[in-house]
């Protein structure tokens, strides 16, 4: 049985910093749903108690963002070990995040004057290669957020999954945009607004 703790007891803070960091890595690499399933996982106090690195997990839970600490590192590597979330990068990391969701809408706007004047043309395959907007996000022209933000509003996904030949990495391209466009927080209307009064 689960000892019962104090809600401020550093051992149920860091039992809860492991349960969401299992739930994302599990969302971001399995067919596990954070969303459908409320980011709730099977994994006992115990096996939490034993793991060498619960030491680590109680001063991520002490840490007032924890969650999108984890979040915004998983997006990047979701294989990183939690001890790997308190280095600089991690930090770096977390804290661009946090200022591209501050303002999305404004860093979506900010970021439609790379892509082609001609709105259709930033998505349409030829010969079975990437459509543009898919090289601008490999280049790191673009972020993940803006990547996964247009291609949701443009409905592109069933159009390529037919047309792009490459069947290895473009998969995953758009497994990330599946996983990752749920967390995103924006107005929808807003944003067409925005790109509206950009391309047309």
């Known amino acids: 049985m689960r000892p019962v703790l104090q809600p401020n ?3 149920e803070i860091g039992y809860n910093a492991y349960i969401e960091y299992l ?3 599990r969302h971001f690499t399995s067919s596990y749903n954070y969303h459908k399933y409320n980011g709730k996982v099977n994994a006992s106090y115990d096996s939490f108690l034993s793991r060498k690195d619960a030491f ?3 001063k991520l839970g002490k840490q007032r963002d924890y969650q999108n600490i984890i979040l915004s590192n998983m997006v990047k590597n979701p294989k990183i070990w939690v001890g790997a979330l308190f280095e600089q990068d991690a930090r770096d990391t977390y804290l661009k995040w946090k200022q591209i969701q501050a303002s999305i809408t404004h860093h979506v706007e900010d970021s439609l004057s790379v892509l ?3 709105f259709q043309e930033n998505f349409i395959v030829r010969d079975g290669q990437y459509p543009h907007i898919v090289d601008l996000f490999l280049q790191k022209r673009i972020s ?3 990547f996964c933000i247009l ?3 443009s409905n592109s996904e069933p159009y390529w999954k037919q047309k792009v030949v490459d069947k290895v990495i473009f998969p995953d391209i758009m497994n990330i ?3 990752y466009y749920p967390f995103l927080d924006f107005s929808s209307e807003k944003m067409k607004k925005v790109i509206k009064n950009h391309f047309f």
Do not use: G, T
Request: net charge negative; proline share 0%; no cysteine.
């Open 9 to 11: 007891s550093l051992n």
């Open 23 to 25: 739930a994302l890595k």
């Open 56 to 58: 680590s997990f109680q």
């Open 116 to 118: 082609d004047d001609d």
């Open 144 to 146: 993940l957020e803006v």
């Open 151 to 153: 291609v949701k509003i």
């Open 177 to 179: 945009v599946e996983k």
